[in-house]
């Protein structure tokens, strides 16, 4: 007859699955802190090297989720999205003055609105939007006027808009749905026409002198946008290196500033 005053060393079946959740809600929330973490220092060093060393302020200060900031480049203006109201939607935010002042919620529609992208002077917005197609098409905002104005068709996934360097047209990520794999193009204000920069790519940047970082997902390539010029920094290809950025506005164009990756 075993002593009942020993105690079972091996935790019970629902012990188990608890102790099974327990450790995977941790993993999970070290990893979105990393994220979160990771995010906040590339934001950083892609600003200045002095950023490093400063002070962070915080500029949002909702207990809603906010991210994807996008600053013009005359540091007057930040655009980000937010949860704040339920969903997904775009917010404008002045930075000019010394306090600073609330936020206005410029997209109201119950479907997603992310990735924003202000032009130089934070006059006009560029963002993805998911309510006439779930794979997302890319709009232009005229936070002005607020004329708003489709850009991409219903063919495919559209994703990451950034202005080009005059400011006449944007590049974009266009996904294949059938081929499974996305593209760089560029889309002119004027006419609508569009070209194909790079075949084949999962992210990109680019910057005020028209130098286009990009990745395939495994090699970085930096591209002049002016004669198609390209340099690729060659990785050991056992790895992802994904979401390049570089500084938009640099007071010139080389290819001996830092590039940075995920």
Not at 118 to 140: A, E, F, M, Q, W
Not at 179 to 194: C, D, L, M, P, V
Request: charge should be negative.
């Amino acid at each position: 007859m075993q002593d009942s005053s020993v105690t079972n060393d091996h935790p019970s079946p629902l012990s188990q699955e608890r102790l099974l959740k327990g450790r995977w809600s941790a993993q999970i929330q070290s990893a979105v802190c990393c994220v979160m973490i990771f995010t906040g220092l590339v934001g950083a060093l892609c600003a200045s090297t002095q950023a490093i060393a400063a002070t962070p302020q915080p500029l949002t200060a909702h207990p809603a989720l906010d991210y994807q900031p996008s600053v013009s480049a005359d540091g007057q203006t930040m655009a980000f999205a937010s949860m704040r109201s339920g969903n997904a939607d775009i917010w404008v935010q002045a930075l000019r003055s010394s306090a600073l002042t609330l936020p206005r919620r410029v997209t109201t529609h119950p479907s997603s609105d992310q990735e924003p992208a202000l032009n130089r002077d934070g006059t006009r917005l560029l963002y993805v939007s998911h309510k006439s197609d779930p794979r997302g098409d890319v709009y232009l905002l005229d936070l002005i006027t607020r004329e708003e104005q489709r850009l991409t068709d219903l063919t495919s996934g559209d994703a990451s808009p950034q202005w080009d360097q005059e400011e006449k047209g944007f590049l974009y990520l266009k996904h294949d749905p059938l081929q499974g794999t996305s593209a760089i193009y560029r889309k002119f204000f004027s006419n609508q026409s569009e070209e194909l920069i790079v075949p084949q790519a999962v992210s990109f940047s680019v910057n005020g002198h028209g130098q286009l970082l990009y990745s395939n997902g495994t090699q970085l390539t930096l591209m002049n946008l002016q004669d198609n010029s390209s340099t690729s920094f060659d990785q050991d290809g056992n790895s992802l290196d994904l979401w390049p950025a570089m500084d938009r506005h640099p007071s010139e164009a080389t290819t001996h500033r830092p590039l940075f990756f995920t």
